[in-house]
């Protein structure tokens, strides 16, 4: 559900919050988020790959 969604992305550390909501919900592409954090593409994309994983293992754990 919507709620659930929320509540693991208030769970998750700030910094992967933030580049999931940009990512997701403000639809940018990586290049503009790397950009507006003043990161490299490279680092940001490998950040969102840690926050993607650390999402669904809090999602999957607050199913149990």
């Not at 592409?29 to 950040?47: F, H, N, P, T, W």
Request: glycine share 2%.
């Amino acid at each position: 559900t919507a709620q659930k969604v929320k509540d693991v992305l208030l769970s998750l550390r700030v910094d992967y919050r933030e580049l999931l909501l940009l990512k997701y919900v403000d639809k940018k592409k990586v290049e503009q988020i790397a950009a507006e954090l003043g990161r490299s593409v490279k680092s940001v994309e490998s950040d969102l790959f840690r926050a993607r994983n650390a999402f669904r293992e809090a999602y999957l754990a607050s199913e149990s």
